[in-house]
Antibody, heavy 117, light 107 residues
Framework: EVQLVQSGAEVKKPGESLRIFCKGS????????INWVRQMPGKGLEWMGR????????NYSPSLQGHVTISADKSINTAYLQWRSLKASDTAMYYC??????????WGQGTLVTVSS | DIQMTQSPSSLSASVGDRVTLTCQAS??????CNWYQQKPGKAPKLLIS???NLETGVPSRFSGSRSGTHFTFTISSLQPEDIATYFC?????????FGQGTKLEIK
């Protein structure tokens, strides 16, 4: 059974750094892309970027490039989403999603990130 | 970026009603349109891929179709458990983009 398990909720202050993770199981982790999707409170879905865990090739949404970093460690079947300096506007639910053939077939449970002074 | 203009933003219907949602792509995306269902507090779930392919285990009352750059999602007979927000998504070009969502409620 394919599963994506994400790290727990985080509460941070503006300017702090953060890394959240998404651990895959039940499939070959290097088979295809892991995507990150943001959902701000009460809002819709926004694709942030993706990583190919086999070679760590990444693509980012132009609106977010430079503010977040997506990485992966294929030895432990884990993808990461990282911020060096959080803003209040980063408050959101973050989902990882596995897309073996394009559509996002499998989703993690989400990680709620709250940034507040 | 490709825009996916989804309508309506909200819809109230009765159990048993036929419900139709639409997404208009800003350019040709072939069949690369998916539909997701998101229930409150839950992750989205893929229902329809490639405009009209019903995912395994998804009830047959759900369907999708395409006419050019216009995509339609239909629930043939609304059930109480269908209350959710529905999103379309294009994956023809990066960055992948979603429609704004349709919040479906029971009348």
């Amino acid at each position: 059974e394919v599963q994506l398990v994400q790290s727990g909720a985080e509460v941070k202050k503006p300017g702090e750094s953060l890394r959240i993770f998404c651990k895959g199981s039940g499939y070959s982790f290097t088979n295809s892309w892991i995507n990150w999707v943001r959902q701000m409170p009460g809002k819709g879905l926004e694709w942030m970027g993706r990583i190919d865990p086999s070679d760590s090739h990444t693509n980012y949404s132009p609106s977010l490039q430079g503010h977040v970093t997506i990485s992966a460690d294929k030895s432990i079947n884990t993808a990461y989403l990282q911020w060096r300096s959080l803003k209040a506007s980063d408050t959101a639910m973050y989902y990882c999603a596995y897309s073996p053939e394009g559509p996002f077939d499998y989703w993690g449970q989400g990680t709620l990130v709250t940034v507040s002074s | 970026d490709i825009q996916m203009t989804q309508s309506p933003s909200s819809l109230s219907a009765s159990v048993g009603d036929r419900v139709t949602l639409t997404c208009q792509a800003s350019q040709d995306i072939d069949n690369y349109c998916n539909w997701y269902q998101q229930k409150p507090g839950k992750a989205p779930k893929l229902l329809i891929s490639d405009a009209s392919n019903l995912e395994t285990g998804v009830p047959s009352r759900f369907s999708g179709s395409r006419s050019g750059t216009h995509f339609t999602f239909t629930i043939s007979s609304l059930q109480p458990e269908d209350i959710a927000t529905y999103f379309c998504q294009q994956y023809d070009n990066l960055p992948y983009t979603f429609g704004q969502g349709t919040k479906l409620e029971i009348k």
